[in-house]
């Protein structure tokens, strides 16, 4: 029902910036609280951000807090990841996810998209 499609990966320098896109279909974006996750080569997944249904709080990994920026335009069915000050530990594919359990405590993802290279470099 619902579809997530990640765009924005790409290679940059250490200290530049990428923002990355995810569009959903199928159910309006505004229903559910949307996530970023990372996995690097040979790593687990990881959580990166989390934004809440209206926008109205937003969480971080400490590892991205204060660079990392997670949003949302409802209107637009689409959530977004401004990275600034890239490190070469920020490179991996990064994908979005949406938590449709409308419970403000869940933390679990119920659709994925397939991910979007990001590549830092010294």
């Known amino acids: 029902q619902v579809q997530l499609v990640e765009s924005g990966g790409g290679l940059v320098q250490a200290g530049g910036s990428l923002r990355l896109s995810c569009v959903a279909s199928?159910?309006?974006?505004?229903?559910?609280?949307m996530g970023w996750f990372r996995q690097a080569p040979g790593k687990e997944r990881d959580f990166v951000a989390r934004?809440?249904?209206?926008?109205?709080?937003?969480y971080y990994a400490d590892s991205v807090r204060g660079r990392f920026t997670i949003s949302r335009d409802n209107a637009k069915s689409t959530v977004y990841l401004q990275m600034n000050s890239l490190k070469p530990e920020d490179t991996a594919v990064y994908y979005c996810?949406?938590?449709?359990?409308?419970?403000?405590?869940?933390?679990?993802?119920?659709?994925w998209g397939q991910g979007t290279q990001v590549t830092v470099s010294s």
């Open positions: 934004i809440t249904r209206s926008g109205g709080t937003k």
């Open positions: 996810a949406a938590d449709t359990s409308y419970k403000p405590s869940n933390r679990e993802y119920d659709y």
């Open positions: 199928g159910r309006t974006l505004s229903n559910y609280a």
